[in-house]
Nanobody, 114 residues
Framework: QVQLAESGGGLVEAGGSLRLSCTVS????????MGWFRQAPGERELVATI??????NYAESVKGRFTISRDGAKNTIDLQMNSLKPEDSAVYYC?????????WGQGTQVTVTS
């Protein structure tokens, strides 16, 4: 069973930075796409993804502020979040996808105060 574990969430003031990390129980290159999603009250939305070839994709709301990266030696997917805004507050989830199988972590809370 694939396991994903997020870390790095917390409380930060607007304009600050946080770095989230997702540790995966398997080789991250086994997955077609990996990414970060978030959920405030409402639907879960895409934040950023990276595919096996290294191509990245970002939600418009985070472009230029967030950066997704990966470390194959550590089997981690990171999300560097800069210039945080109160509207970035949410539970952030890591996701791994292979073929039609989707795996999710438990989530980590990010709260940005104004």
């Amino acid at each position: 069973q694939v396991q994903l574990a997020e870390s790095g969430g917390g409380l930060v003031e607007a304009g600050g930075s946080l770095r989230l990390s997702c540790t995966v129980s398997e080789n991250i290159f086994n997955f077609n796409v990996m990414g970060w999603f978030r959920q405030a009250p409402g639907e879960r939305e895409l934040v950023a993804t990276i595919n096996v070839g290294g191509k990245t994709n970002y939600a418009e709301s985070v472009k230029g502020r967030f950066t997704i990266s990966r470390d194959g030696a550590k089997n981690t997917i990171d999300l560097q979040m800069n210039s945080l805004k109160p509207e970035d507050s949410a539970v952030y989830y890591c996701k791994a996808e292979i073929l039609r199988q989707h795996y999710w972590g438990q989530g980590t809370q990010v709260t940005v105060t104004s």
